[in-house]
């Protein structure tokens, strides 16, 4: 096992700039998870730790080494690709024995540990099977295999669940976790998939545009988002964004929105009178209110059994709600949420950043 260390790493197709100096430090042991939006950058920068791209500017390092010019053999570590990338002419034991034959491993040495790698994976039954004849977690776990038996120092995984139905991919977010808790192996998982994100991670790495937005665990990001685009990708349903005006009047902190409706500001929040903001509330921290508050038009009620999801409308701007209490509102009636403002954000409509006291 070994950290890897992530500094001012730069990278550029032609001249089009494609990472803009990440920096990222990812402790012995851990499971970080890099999620943005396609075309951040997260598989680019995964693929440089692999050695499979070239580092325009930076360095990278894994345990003590500086391993910006290693070829990818040399990295001791063992990457899960999003299509399995089985060999499809083997069975699950030679695909899982491969590198250790290209190694030159002895037979005893390689037949424990498939059998070891086969046991944590539950695939002893399917070693003697070929990859057609697998379901696509099946083929997944044999993936996963192949990596365990080389014992890396470092775990790569390039969104190894999108090609799975939603009810296997839950499965195997659990899976590949547990296999985590252990082997202790340090991990480093990309995903555009937040609730993964959130679900798998020790630590998060949020990225946009080549660079990072935030890092922290999957609870700061959530509780704590550092700006407005953070507080939007984190988080199912997402928050909700109300624009308004920030108005100081007597020490008191108060945001009017579009028509005219004034909302206490969150607590700890700051900024400058007049100036252009953004109400950020998640969707299980609204109330019901009989007075004050937001009013919101009701357009959709979706009763899950747990909770009641409702999405709503104030002044054209999208708001959705999620109460633990059973409702029957009606389609176009009007309710009145109120915000926790111990929940609530506030950013800056310019920038996005977050606005704090």
């Known amino acids: 096992m070994a950290s890897v260390t992530i500094s001012a790493v730069k990278k550029s197709f032609?001249?089009?700039?494609?990472?803009?100096?990440?920096?990222?430090?990812?402790?012995?042991?851990?499971?970080?998870?890099?999620?943005?939006?396609?075309?951040?950058?997260?598989?680019?920068?995964?693929?440089?730790?692999?050695?499979?791209?070239?580092?325009?500017?930076?360095?990278?390092?894994?345990?003590?080494?500086?391993?910006?010019?290693?070829?990818?053999?040399?990295?001791?570590?063992?990457?899960?690709?999003?299509?399995?990338?089985?060999?499809?002419?083997?069975?699950?034991?030679?695909?899982?024995?491969?590198?250790?034959?290209?190694?030159?491993?002895?037979?005893?040495?390689?037949?424990?540990?498939?059998?070891?790698?086969?046991?944590?994976?539950?695939?002893?039954?399917?070693?003697?099977?070929?990859?057609?004849?697998?379901?696509?977690?099946?083929?997944?776990?044999?993936?996963?295999?192949?990596?365990?038996?080389?014992?890396?120092?470092?775990?790569?995984?390039?969104?190894?669940?999108?090609?799975?139905?939603?009810?296997?991919?839950?499965?195997?977010r659990s899976e590949i976790k547990e296999l985590h808790q252990r082997l202790k192996t340090t991990s480093i998982y990309v995903t555009h998939d937040q609730i993964e994100a959130m679900t798998m991670g020790d630590k998060i790495v949020v990225m946009r545009d080549g660079r990072i937005e935030q890092t922290g665990s999957p609870l700061e990001l959530y509780d704590f988002p550092a700006n407005q685009f953070v507080a939007g990708f984190i988080g199912s349903p997402a928050m909700n964004f109300l624009p308004g005006t920030l108005r100081r009047s007597g020490g008191q902190l108060r945001v009017e929105l579009t028509d005219g409706t004034q909302l206490d500001a969150p607590l700890r929040a700051g900024g400058a009178d007049g100036q252009p903001v953004v109400y950020g509330t998640r969707p299980e921290h609204l109330m019901l209110t009989d007075a004050g508050g937001i009013p919101a038009h009701v357009v959709v009620m979706e009763p899950t059994g747990m909770d009641t999801f409702v999405a709503c409308r104030h002044e054209g701007v999208e708001l959705s709600a999620v109460f633990r209490e059973r409702h029957d509102f009606a389609p176009g009636s009007t309710i009145r949420l109120q915000p926790d403002l111990q929940r609530a954000h506030l950013f800056d409509a310019g920038t996005g950043q977050l606005l704090a006291a």
Not at 75 to 80: E, K, L, P, Q
Not at 94 to 118: D, Y
């Open 14 to 172: 032609g001249s089009t700039p494609i990472l803009h100096g990440v920096d990222i430090d990812i402790a012995d042991g851990s499971f970080t998870v890099l999620v943005g939006p396609s075309g951040c950058g997260k598989s680019t920068l995964l693929r440089m730790i692999a050695g499979l791209e070239q580092i325009n500017g930076g360095e990278i390092r894994i345990g003590e080494r500086r391993v910006n010019d290693l070829q990818p053999k040399e990295r001791d570590i063992a990457m899960v690709f999003q299509n399995y990338a089985l060999y499809p002419h083997m069975t699950v034991r030679e695909n899982m024995a491969f590198s250790l034959a290209l190694a030159k491993q002895t037979k005893a040495e390689i037949e424990s540990k498939v059998g070891r790698a086969a046991e944590i994976l539950a695939l002893g039954a399917l070693l003697d099977r070929y990859p057609r004849q697998l379901s696509g977690g099946q083929r997944q776990r044999v993936a996963m295999g192949r990596a365990i038996v080389r014992d890396p120092q470092v775990f790569l995984f390039d969104e190894p669940l999108s090609n799975l139905d939603a009810k296997l991919r839950v499965a195997m």
